[in-house]
């Protein structure tokens, strides 16, 4: 799908985007590779580790809606990864989450239209869905603006979807990376903001694989989530530092016990597959008759049961401590 194409992403030197772009450079022959982001560091340090002839690097901000336009022109697919992520950041500062995770996303959908790119996937987030936290609150909005975009096109390029995961293992600003920083400071015991809190986990490799095959799968309007294991915060912990003790410090403002990526309240439109879940738009489109029961793979799903919802608590794959260190250990973190 990639061979010859030109691929943007958005928030490209992030963990994500670095990990994308190796896997594209290994497996595809690219046309160009365009890395859009604001640090001018990251892209240098990136340039060292890539820099194949197809790559290209962009100085630019998602609140850019010009710069867009112009590092979006002769596009094919787009990854959209840029976002303010920090909760208690996003907390302290909303008016900057809501430029950059809202009018950002509305920018990058009006770029991709102008310039008739084929097909975008935003990334989104556990924490969209039934949000208490303005991080997770204004990824439901750009969820919103990206499904509702197949509406702006008509039957037209592109096409919009949007993929939803949990936590990555050992991304950067993650709890792995802070619990290892705290042990090579000689720290005696591990916070762990509750003792109950579960989270979903996914490594890097497995988010880059499930984006780029959404993007054969894809329809349009459609929200992917993986089907992925739970991990609860305190045998993530005995799985980093087995002796080390442990202590209970209390959930931080915005933060969730548990994370759901499929809320009960939309189990009327979520179709299960074999190793992932869709959930379907609540609009109708140009073409109401898209039947998301099967996806352009020719893969089957069945819907689930009404107030069914996919919960980090409730969730019936849960990783003991010995499954956490491997899956730590795959992800090198």
């Not at 489109?285 to 107030?307: I, R």
Request: net charge negative.
């Amino acid at each position: 799908m990639f061979d010859g194409q030109s691929i943007l992403i958005t928030g490209g030197t992030g963990s994500f985007g670095k990990q994308y772009t190796k896997t594209l450079l290994a497996n595809y022959k690219p046309k160009k590779i365009i890395i859009f982001s604001r640090d001018e560091l990251k892209q240098f340090e990136m340039q060292q580790e890539y820099s194949d002839s197809c790559m290209r690097y962009f100085i630019g901000d998602v609140r850019d809606s010009e710069r867009l336009m112009q590092a979006m022109k002769g596009v094919d697919y787009v990854i959209h990864a840029a976002a303010m992520k920090q909760v208690p950041a996003a907390e302290y500062n909303p008016m900057e989450c809501i430029k950059t995770n809202i009018n950002g996303a509305e920018n990058v959908i009006r770029a991709a239209i102008a310039n008739d790119v084929k097909k975008v996937i935003a990334l989104s987030t556990d924490k969209a869905a039934n949000p208490v936290n303005l991080y997770g609150a204004t990824k439901l909005c750009s969820d919103k603006l990206f499904v509702a975009a197949n509406n702006m096109v008509g039957g037209e390029v592109p096409r919009f979807a949007v993929v939803r995961y949990g936590n990555v293992v050992g991304s950067r600003g993650s709890v792995v990376p802070f619990f290892r920083k705290l042990l090579a400071e000689g720290k005696t015991s591990l916070p762990i903001t509750d003792y109950r809190m579960t989270r979903f986990w996914i490594t890097l490799q497995q988010g880059v694989d499930f984006v780029i095959k959404n993007f054969s799968r894809m329809k349009g309007g459609e929200i992917f989530v993986p089907k992925i294991p739970s991990v609860t915060m305190l045998d993530l912990a005995k799985a980093i530092a087995p002796e080390i003790a442990t202590e209970e410090i209390g959930i931080r403002p915005g933060e969730k016990l548990h994370e759901k990526m499929c809320p009960r309240d939309d189990s009327y439109r979520t179709v299960e597959f074999e190793d992932h879940y869709v959930i379907s738009p609540a609009i109708n489109f140009h073409d109401d008759e898209v039947n998301y029961l099967s996806n352009n793979l020719g893969e089957q799903g069945k819907p689930v049961e009404q107030g069914f919802s996919y919960d980090s608590g409730t969730n019936d794959w849960f990783l003991d401590v010995a499954e956490t260190q491997a899956l730590l250990q795959e992800a090198g973190a």
